[in-house]
């Protein structure tokens, strides 16, 4: 006994040896107990669904969460901060309340206010615990020395007290609230889209801001030039014509027998949701697919309409070798634009992005070969690319607004910086 008290004093003076003493160090250098193994895993798998390399990794530099990379914001660029372990230029000497703040409130260490280029506004659903598992992974990152300047705004916003204005108006702080009417798996889904997910970020309209308009939650919103579209249940201009098990394959894969993903979806689906376990995508699917948007109601335009006229012959010549003449597609290898709620989405750009610059679909590694959809901007005018998609908008049950050769025109200067 007397040994062994011994030996506890010992440990505790030099902080070495400590877990022989039986009781559980604040921090055991190098040697992590089992229970923080768990924690560290789960704060991977976070990190994960969270997509915080998204931002947080430079693409130039690949030094992982070491910071760097520019995010727009409606009032300039804001550069992500650097997120490793670094004692000096990174998180290394935050404690867990620094961080959390940071994560759930938007807060910086000296409590200066974040702006929402991080998405604070929704990890703010997220629980403390989560948070906190989150912070044992990035603990065990290699720690990258690199200064980053977040703040490149102009005056006036680059003052961060204005921010303050921001989130009285935008930021409901909370974790989020199971609904004890919905089942656990809704109740997942819902935490993992609204938290963690923070799917809003690109598919819920903005004021102009950038606050959530809060009541057409995941109605689709433009972000980086690409159209996120309406992820409820509407059948019109959302999910309504997919199964559960269609948003499982197009979250893990990438496409599936209805879309393929492109932009900066297929950012997310590579970087997040592939890696997502089943269970969880499976929860995300059941709860998108509870969601009710604004119906469209709008009537095709009519077939003797001459865009339609012309668009029809397009189609028939350029489109319906791949897509079939009705639109049906080629199960898994072609999209069925018969299905595809992005091509009737309110806004064409995704669309005339599509149609312009021709696109692949994302190789996950779950389904490596991916297809490819050519490109028509360079054979076709802004008329003619308007009036096939005008054609594909309002064929096969689709009901959409005309496209105008000036809605065209608009994206075409990106041809030349090979956009798509
Ligand atoms: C959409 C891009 C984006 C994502 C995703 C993102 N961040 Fe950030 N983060 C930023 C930006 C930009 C800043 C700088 C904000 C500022 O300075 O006002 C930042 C700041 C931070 C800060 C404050 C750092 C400091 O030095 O002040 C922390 C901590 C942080 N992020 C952690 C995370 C974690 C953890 C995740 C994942 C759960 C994450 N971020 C996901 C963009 C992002
Ligand atoms: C960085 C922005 C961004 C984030 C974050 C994001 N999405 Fe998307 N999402 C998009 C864009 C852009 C598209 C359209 C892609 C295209 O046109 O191929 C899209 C498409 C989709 C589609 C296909 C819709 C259709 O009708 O074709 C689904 C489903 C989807 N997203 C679900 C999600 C879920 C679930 C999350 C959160 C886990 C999420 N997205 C997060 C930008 C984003
Ligand atoms: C050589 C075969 C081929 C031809 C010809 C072709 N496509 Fe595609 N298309 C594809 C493939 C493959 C994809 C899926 C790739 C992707 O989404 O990244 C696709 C995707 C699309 C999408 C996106 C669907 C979605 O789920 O969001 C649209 C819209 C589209 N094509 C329209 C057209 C139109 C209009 C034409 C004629 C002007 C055309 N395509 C001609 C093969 C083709």
Not at 352 to 358: I, M, P, T
Request: glycine share 10%.
């Amino acid at each position: 006994m007397r040994e062994g008290l011994g030996l506890c004093v010992t440990a505790l003076l030099t902080g070495v040896l400590a877990s022989a003493c039986g009781s559980r160090p604040a921090r055991a250098d190098n040697e992590p107990s089992e229970q923080d193994f768990s924690m560290i895993e789960r704060g991977r798998y976070l990190t994960t669904v969270a997509d915080c390399a998204a931002c947080h990794t430079n693409p130039d530099s690949h030094d992982l969460f070491a910071g760097g990379r520019p995010i727009e914001t409606p009032f300039g660029k804001v550069l992500a901060a650097n997120i490793t372990p670094d004692l000096e230029t990174g998180i290394g000497s935050w404690t867990d309340a620094q961080f959390d703040a940071a994560v759930r409130m938007g807060r910086g260490p000296d409590g200066e206010r974040l702006y929402p280029a991080m998405p604070f506004p929704y990890y703010t659903r997220m629980t403390p615990q989560d948070v906190r598992a989150i912070r044992a992974y990035l603990n065990t990152v290699p720690p990258v020395n690199n200064p980053v300047r977040s703040n490149q705004l102009p005056f006036p916003f680059n003052i961060r007290t204005g921010m303050a204005v921001w989130d009285t108006m935008y930021f409901e702080p909370g974790t989020f609230r199971p609904d004890p009417q919905k089942s656990a798996e809704w109740n997942r889904g819902a935490y993992l889209v609204q938290g963690p997910g923070h799917c809003g970020a690109c598919h819920t309209p903005k004021t102009m801001l950038g606050g959530d308009l809060k009541q057409q939650p995941l109605q689709g919103y433009t972000i980086q030039g690409w159209f996120a579209p309406n992820i409820t249940n509407d059948l019109q201009l959302g999910l309504g014509r997919w199964s559960v098990e269609d948003v499982v394959t197009y979250l893990k894969t990438g496409h599936n027998r209805l879309a393929g993903a492109s932009g900066p979806m297929s950012e997310e689906i590579v970087d997040s949701s592939s890696r997502m376990s089943d269970p969880d995508l499976h929860a995300i699917a059941v709860y998108l697919k509870d969601l009710s948007g604004t119906s469209g109601t709008g009537k095709p335009l009519a077939a003797g309409n001459l865009q339609m006229v012309a668009g029809a012959a397009i189609y028939r010549d350029l489109c319906s070798a791949c897509h079939a003449p009705d639109g049906s597609g080629v199960d898994y290898l072609i999209p069925n634009l018969a299905l595809a709620s992005s091509v009737s989405s309110r806004e064409p750009t995704s669309l005339l992005r599509v149609v312009l610059h021709g696109t692949q679909t994302v190789a996950t590694p779950r389904e490596p070969t991916a297809p490819a959809m050519p490109a028509f901007g360079w054979q076709l005018t802004d008329a003619q690319v308007a009036a096939v998609t005008t054609y594909v908008r309002n064929s096969w049950g689709h009901a959409a607004p005309a496209v105008s050769a000036g809605d065209v025109h608009k994206l075409r200067p990106l041809d030349s910086e090979g956009g798509g």
